[in-house]
């Protein structure tokens, strides 16, 4: 043989693997480059900052009375104790630097140091320790998202005074704090307990959480039948003739079709035609299930069309009805395809936005949904939400959130790898 | 021979694929408790007539078939006919070895399983190893029966679809070209399988080895283009074809 034309021969695979080689490592850096940057800002997200305050909870505001009658003392005016120990704070640090003079500008500004609503965690610190009444606490509450941000280096304070959310003063205030040990940084349980909130620091996840489980809850139970019996009876059952060929299409049409028209479509049949409650999972899952539908049906009919066909001809051979041979034969050997079909829509689902937009399930919520009829978001909805929020306190929170979505989206691969490889049966 | 009741007859049957036609004009008697060998070049239509005995070709939608076939006094295209009560009386075996992705045991117990033929564990249990005897499988795999049917080898696993083919007790048991997939001492084992299962069933076997239906068959039936060309006792097609046609195939001048 030519050596010239063989040499060329080993070049030009050589070239391939090359070019092979650079689209993968471009791939694997566009990745870590999009988790890398997701983690980086997310992770501070999980962390919240807590500012111990001495209170003074005195028993003429709460329980004038002392009757430990835990209904008054609920009412009592918890933002009057809360605002006189924060000012305690404002008037050491003048001690300190001997300052005489309160403004209420000053006032106001060292206010926004606490989270708005520090006076309910004093509240719920006292009606759990009924016997601190009349006495002076430590109590741990929320700093401000301004304080946080500062604290995590998030906000620039090389720019000049009146271009940034924070001023000298609050600075100097905040370095006092930290000085004396009143600040403390913690595991942001709040985000993890709570739902959306308008204030960055009380903002949690767990209604998008709750929200999107419903919606997935709704979806699956919908879809996963009613996708693998159209598959099976499609695949093993249906007449091959024009009506059926007119359906297959249609289906793998419905695949292609953007997601935001099945929400047009879900708006129209179950909101005003049925009249669903609005925004919740019910009419979400719904929706969703119509759009996994098509991508259900067709993986379970490639999985299984992929079942060979001696195992058909074994059974009915031995006189098993078609029925039988596709239960007792086909079906258990396409599972693994269908399940990790199944999973892959749903995962899909999970993270889908469009449709749900039609439904009114991008919305602010602030409470966990306890039904699938209940007003909800979900988890992307969230995503988006706080993405658009201009504070500085949401844009951690927004790639935190993004994070748990991702976790979950990675579960649910992963799920799907793992059956697989447990049912998959060779013959 | 007119005197003995066959146990299959077929009579003008003509099979199309389409507008092919793959069988023209067959008429023969299968006689009951012996082997009748089918062969032929490919393409000759022998495996489409083995499966129009137990309607086996009614997963392809295109094939029309006209003609009869009875099954003693059956005809097994007529309409009232139920499909599945044929195949538990005409039994099969294929070409490729292809037990179920189960035990060997569940291989073995699935027919007599969905026909009822058991009333308990212990029926079920005796008719496994019965049909698994009969297959001479039983000594090699009686230590693991619930291991999975595709785990032993190519020729045990074609003599696990022989045990599971006779484990419903079938009349007729249809091969199509048992062997093919499976090595020579795998394959003795198999012919002499069929030696022995002939006292109690009527096997039909399609083959392309010509030794092979010499050794097992009573009867060889040569096919070409879909006609059947010659049909008789094995000793008298192998050694005195009556057609040039048979002579010239089994001399390997074509085919």
Same mark, same amino acid.
């Given at each position: ?54 209170? !003074?909870?005195?028993? %003429?505001?709460?329980?004038? *009375?002392? $009757?430990? =009658?835990?209904?008054?003392? &609920? /009412?009592?005016?918890? #933002? ?94 905040? !370095?006092?704090?930290? %000085?004396?040990?009143?600040? *403390?940084? $913690?595991? =942001?349980?709040?985000?993890? &307990? /709570?739902?959306?909130? #308008? ?105 299984? $069309? ?122 | ?255």
């Amino acid at each position: 043989m030519n050596k010239e034309f063989l040499n060329k021969r080993y070049k030009k695979e050589k070239r391939f693997i090359l070019i092979g080689r650079v689209a993968v490592s471009l791939t694997i850096i566009f990745l870590v480059i999009l988790l890398g940057s997701i983690l980086l800002r997310g992770i501070s997200g999980f962390y919240t900052t807590n500012i111990f305050l001495t209170t !003074n909870l005195s028993q %003429e505001i709460i329980d004038p *009375e002392n $009757k430990k =009658n835990v209904e008054e003392i &609920y /009412k009592s005016s918890w #933002r009057k104790i809360a605002r006189n120990s924060i000012y305690d704070v404002l008037s050491a640090f003048n001690k300190s630097k001997n300052i005489d003079k309160i403004s209420r500008k000053d006032k106001r500004d060292f206010l926004k140091l606490f989270s708005r609503s520090s006076e309910f965690y004093i509240r719920d610190f006292t009606l759990e320790n009924l016997d601190s009444i009349g006495k002076e606490v430590k109590i741990s509450i929320p700093s401000s998202s301004l304080v946080d941000q500062f604290l995590k280096g998030k906000i620039n304070i090389a720019v000049n005074e009146d271009d940034r959310p924070i001023n000298d003063k609050q600075i100097s205030w905040i !370095n006092f704090m930290v %000085e004396n040990k009143m600040i *403390e940084r $913690k595991f =942001n349980i709040n985000f993890f &307990y /709570k739902g959306d909130s #308008r204030n960055a620091e009380e903002a949690g996840i767990l209604g998008a959480i709750v929200g999107s489980f419903f919606v997935i809850l709704v979806a699956i139970i919908v879809a996963f039948p009613v996708g693998v019996m159209s598959a099976i009876y499609l695949e093993e059952f249906a007449p091959k003739n024009k009506i059926t060929n007119i359906i297959e299409v249609n289906i793998n049409n419905l695949a292609a079709v953007p997601s935001i028209v099945f929400g047009l479509l879900g708006l129209a049949i179950f909101l005003n035609f049925f009249g669903l409650p609005r925004s919740s999972p019910l009419a979400g899952g719904l929706v969703l299930a119509l759009m996994t539908l098509p991508t259900i049906i067709i993986s379970s009919r490639v999985a299984i $069309k992929s079942v060979p066909p001696s195992i058909r001809e074994a059974a009915m051979g031995i006189g098993a009805s078609k029925m039988q041979s596709v239960f007792h034969h086909v079906i258990p050997l396409a599972v693994p395809g269908i399940l990790t079909g199944t999973i892959i829509g749903m995962a899909r689902a999970l993270g889908e936005t469009a449709p749900l937009l039609m439904m009114g399930m991008v919305a602010f919520i602030v409470d966990v949904p306890q039904s699938i009829t209940d007003p909800s978001t979900v988890l992307p909805a969230q995503i988006f939400l706080w993405s658009d929020q201009p504070e500085r306190g949401f844009e951690e929170k927004t790639a935190a959130a993004t994070i748990i979505l991702l976790v979950f989206l990675l579960t649910m691969n992963a799920l799907a790898v793992f059956l697989r490889y447990k049912y998959e049966r060779k013959w | 021979m007119s005197d003995i009741k066959p146990k299959i007859s077929v009579s003008n049957l003509n099979v199309f694929y389409g507008s092919k036609q793959a069988i023209f004009d067959i008429n023969m008697s299968i006689n009951s408790k012996e082997v009748t060998a089918f062969i032929g070049p490919s393409g000759c239509g022998k495996s489409t007539l083995l499966r129009c005995f137990n309607r086996m070709n009614d997963l392809i939608d295109i094939c029309k078939i006209n003609g009869s076939i009875k099954l003693d006094d059956l005809e097994v295209y007529s309409k009232k006919i139920d499909i599945v009560r044929l195949r538990t009386r005409v039994g099969m075996v294929f070409q490729k070895p292809n037990p179920f992705p189960k035990s060997i045991y569940d291989n073995v117990a699935y027919g007599p399983k969905i026909h009822g033929l058991c009333k308990d564990v212990s029926e079920l249990d005796g008719i496994v190893e019965k049909s698994l005897q009969s297959a001479g499988l039983w000594e090699e795999v009686k230590d693991r029966l619930h291991e999975p049917g595709t785990g032993i080898s190519g020729g045990q696993q074609q003599r696990l679809c022989i045990a599971r083919a006779i484990a419903t007790n079938p009349e007729v048991i249809l091969m199509d070209e048992p062997c093919s997939a499976l090595d020579p001492i795998a394959t003795a084992k198999v012919e002499e399988l069929i030696d022995s299962l002939k006292k109690n069933f009527t096997i039909i076997i399609v083959t392309h080895n010509m030794q092979q239906a010499a050794r097992v068959s009573q009867k060889t039936a040569f096919f070409h283009l879909g006609a059947l060309i010659e049909f008789g006792n094995t000793d008298k097609v192998f050694t005195s074809p009556e057609k040039e046609k048979t002579s010239d195939y089994i001399t390997g001048r074509f085919g």
